[in-house]
């Protein structure tokens, strides 16, 4: 195939990436297949639920291997969304497995001093700072995205995150390391400014 690769590991929104690419005329296949993942141009790694058991769906299904192959070796580009970023990290306060260590980032449940009033997760519309033109060209000022998480990145190097969100205190809402990308939020729920962030990693990895 010569599009994008949605994987498939058991957990995430398949059919709402794939169904909000083919809006904006991307192709795109969700699948487990490592002959399909190889002759896909991008790949994106969705996922909703739990570290642990993302990763261990991984290591299972032998897409694990695949995977870092493909990103690693290959350069192959890929989009992680929500959990799908998260598990790109080395480890995750939600769990004991190892993630799969290909961003220098930890991932921290938030953390709130006593007495503040926010919710965990963080679930809703929220306004990011681009600071990167890969994934957020095109976005008009102030751009909102929608998020549903309990956890976040924090990037040992500061130049690899993309955007910014804050929640009680500013977080990685999205980071960009190479051919590596991830967003915390869901652009397949985030109405137009998800889909100018689909569109602009699709053409940056040339699966447009």
């Not at 993302?54 to 192959?69: C, F, I, P, Q, T």
């Not at 009033?117 to 909102?144: I, K, Q, S, T």
């Not at 998480?149 to 995150?161: F, I, T």
Request: glycine share 12%.
């Amino acid at each position: 195939m010569s599009g994008i690769a949605i994987v498939d590991y058991g957990l995430g929104n398949l059919g709402s990436v794939a169904n909000m690419l083919k809006k904006i005329g991307v192709p795109a296949k969700v699948t487990s297949d490592a002959a399909e993942l190889r002759a896909a141009r991008a790949l994106v790694l969705p996922g909703v639920g739990h570290f642990d058991t993302g990763m261990r769906n991984l290591v299972a299904s032998g897409l694990k291997a695949v995977l870092d192959e493909l990103v690693l070796q290959a350069k192959v580009p890929v989009l992680g969304i929500c959990l799908g970023m998260q598990l790109m990290a080395r480890r995750s306060d939600e769990g004991s497995e190892p993630g799969l260590g290909w961003i220098a980032a930890d991932v921290k449940r938030f953390d709130f001093p006593a007495g503040t009033r926010l919710a965990v997760p963080h679930m809703g519309w929220n306004e990011l700072e681009p600071r990167d033109e890969a994934l957020f060209r095109g976005l008009e000022a102030a751009p909102r995205f929608y998020f549903v998480h309990s956890y976040h990145l924090v990037c040992d190097a500061e130049r690899d995150v993309a955007g910014w969100a804050t929640y009680g205190y500013r977080f990685a809402a999205a980071v960009h390391q190479g051919s590596i990308y991830g967003t915390q939020f869901h652009p397949e729920k985030s109405h137009r400014f998800g889909m100018t962030v689909l569109k602009n990693f699709a053409e940056a990895a040339g699966a447009a």
